[in-house]
């Protein structure tokens, strides 16, 4: 597959954590099979591994499951058709640094329709995730853009990913801090 070339400009990233995305999504985009229509990089950066508490496959099918745990650095694929795309959503839960359950949401799009790609994150204590609300969140993903950054105080918990690529064929990478 060609490079995949885009401009993330919907939310402020530090250096460091731009160059961290753009490297997820380079590997995303390497792992990339013709018959997929999205890959994705997953890297935990918290004090242990990440357990999957819930999924949400709102469109696609599963190429390559979620890695559960996420201990490191690892990754997923998912294909669909060309009228569908892929849509889904992925909560992971984990301790942070102070030994606290918290709980990391990721949700992308990658569709042929008028939203197109999208990512969207949201984190904190694990119990914010125990009753999902999945049509909020495929909602709040219908309304974000390529790049996500989530940062909730009261946990010190921090996710921030991307999606990028043409419609059909992309790559999307996230970074789980904490």
């Given at each position: 597959m060609a490079s995949v070339q885009c401009e993330m400009k919907d939310v402020q990233l530090t250096l460091e954590e731009k160059a961290c995305l753009d490297e997820m999504i380079k590997q995303a985009e390497r792992s990339l099979e013709p018959h997929e229509l999205l890959?994705?990089?997953?890297?935990?950066?918290?004090?242990?591994?990440?357990?999957?508490?819930?999924t949400k496959i709102f469109a696609g099918q599963v190429v390559r499951n979620f890695p559960n745990p996420l201990c490191n650095l690892d990754g997923f694929a998912m294909s669909g058709t060309f009228a569908?795309?892929?849509?889904?959503?992925?909560?992971?839960?984990?301790?942070n640094k102070a030994g606290v359950e918290c709980g990391w949401l990721l949700a992308f799009n990658n569709?042929?329709?008028?939203?197109?790609?999208?990512?969207?994150a949201e984190c904190g204590l694990k119990g914010k995730f125990r009753n999902i609300n999945w049509a909020q969140v495929e909602q709040k993903l219908e309304k974000s853009g390529t790049?996500?950054?989530?940062?909730?105080?009261?946990?010190?918990?921090s996710l921030y990913a991307g999606i990028c690529g043409p419609t059909g064929k992309s790559a999307a990478g996230a970074v789980f801090l904490g």
């Open positions: 890959a994705g990089a997953l890297n935990n950066q918290t004090v242990g591994p990440l357990s999957i508490v819930a569908t795309g892929v849509k889904a959503a992925v909560v992971y839960s984990g301790k569709s042929n329709n008028a939203v197109g790609v999208r990512v969207f790049i996500a950054k989530a940062h909730d105080l009261e946990t010190g918990t």
